[in-house]
Antibody
Framework: QITLKESGPTLVKPTQTLTVTCTFS??????????VGWLRQPPGKAPEWLAL???????RFSPTLNSRLTITKYTSKNQVVLTMTDMDPMDTGTYYC??????????WGPGIWVTVSS | QSVLTQPPSASGTPGQTVTISCSGS????????VYWYQQLPGTAPKLLIY???QRPSGVPDRFSGSKSGTSASLAISGLRSEDEADYYC????????????FGGGTRLTVL
């Protein structure tokens, strides 16, 4: 059974860096074809993809947020960490991590709400 | 403005069939598959349809997907009250660089 769970701060100040961790079970990110991605959803809006790390450590980022994002996998710990720099109130929303296989995200974590405010 | 275009709302009565459309372009639907997600209030999106028309295990066959050219649709037959949710289409897009994009979402109301 694949499960994922996000953890991290629920409140960050503008200009600070957000670091969120995805801890998962039921799969290994070292298996060919597997990846873990991060997505976010502002209140009342559609989800937005942020980043994806593949089993071979190839990484892909949203073209609009590329310069602010870092994604790192810790295979032995079953964790994937996302950092987003220079946070702004417009970055407020729910941040999700998701299992990726077969060209899509199939299993999602419950999400973590992050507020950006001074 | 979303790369994929969906109607903001749809509605139907119990037992009816409702169809939700999603319009794309050659940079997404023209080259890859479409996916559909259901998001119940206060929960994470759930995969409903993958690779245009495939259902994950556990998804009722009341849900079906189709794609033709740069348009896709999700059909829900035998509508139930528990189908009231937001529905999003999604796909890979390579217009600028590789990018996973979502439609703006359709809020389905069961009257």
């Amino acid at each position: 059974q694949i499960t994922l769970k996000e953890s991290g701060p629920t409140l960050v100040k503008p200009t600070q860096t957000l670091t969120v961790t995805c801890t998962f079970s039921g799969f290994s990110v070292s298996v060919s074809g597997v990846g873990v991605g991060w997505l976010r959803q502002p209140p009342g809006k559609a989800p937005e993809w942020l980043a994806l790390v593949y089993w071979d450590d190839e990484k892909r980022f949203s073209p609009t947020l590329n310069s602010r994002l870092t994604i790192t996998k810790y295979t032995s710990k079953n964790q994937v960490v996302l950092t987003m720099t220079d946070m702004d109130p417009m970055d407020t929303g729910t941040y999700y991590c998701a299992h990726y296989r077969g060209l899509h995200f199939d299993y999602w974590g419950p999400g973590i709400w992050v507020t950006v405010s001074s | 403005q979303s790369v994929l275009t969906q109607p903001p709302s749809a509605s139907g009565t119990p037992g009816q069939t409702v169809t939700i459309s999603c319009s794309g372009s050659n940079s997404n639907f023209g080259t890859t598959y479409v996916y559909w997600y259901q998001q119940l209030p206060g929960t994470a999106p759930k995969l409903l349809i993958y690779r245009d028309n495939q259902r994950p295990s556990g998804v009722p066959d009341r849900f079906s997907g189709s794609k033709s050219g740069t348009s896709a649709s999700l059909a829900i037959s035998g509508l139930r009250s528990e189908d009231e949710a937001d529905y999003y289409c999604a796909a890979w897009d390579d217009r600028l660089s590789v990018n996973w994009v979502f439609g703006g979402g359709t809020r389905l109301t069961v009257l």
